[in-house]
């Protein structure tokens, strides 16, 4: 015994071991799921903004029909999705970053005038 500490049992150990591994586990759980979500509003984004933009095209003899106006809608969501697997505009790493932040903000210490850097 060191200083009134006495031997800790293994039980002890293991279940603070596995605590933290947990909360790691859950962690990455958490990240991959806010991964895909932002990914999936970038890929909404792009869908509409392409929908948008189609929108401003004076239609022609092919697609002058409901049929041809949901072709482009499907063309449009496919577009959006492949471009946002493929990183897209960058919409989706600002989301992370803003997420990351605004995380940072709340784990923040009670005293900020020491954690600011300059």
């Known amino acids: 015994m060191i200083n009134g500490i006495g031997p800790l049992e293994t039980s002890q150990v293991t279940n603070a071991l596995a605590g933290s591994k947990l909360d790691q586990v859950e962690k990455l759980a958490r990240r991959g799921e806010l991964s895909r979500a932002s ?3 970038e890929a909404y984004f792009l869908s509409y903004m392409l929908k948008e933009m189609r929108d401003t095209v004076p239609k022609g003899l092919l697609t002058e029909n409901k049929m041809g106006d949901m072709f482009y ?4 969501e496919e577009i959006g999705k492949r471009a946002a697997q493929a990183d897209g505009i960058g919409l989706s ?7 990351a932040r605004n995380e940072d903000l709340t784990h923040s210490p009670a005293n ?3 954690s600011m850097k300059y």
């Open 73 to 76: 809608s499907f063309y449009d």
């Open 93 to 99: 790493a600002y989301v992370l970053d803003a997420v």
């Open 112 to 114: 900020p005038s020491t």
């Open 39 to 41: 990914q999936e509003f």
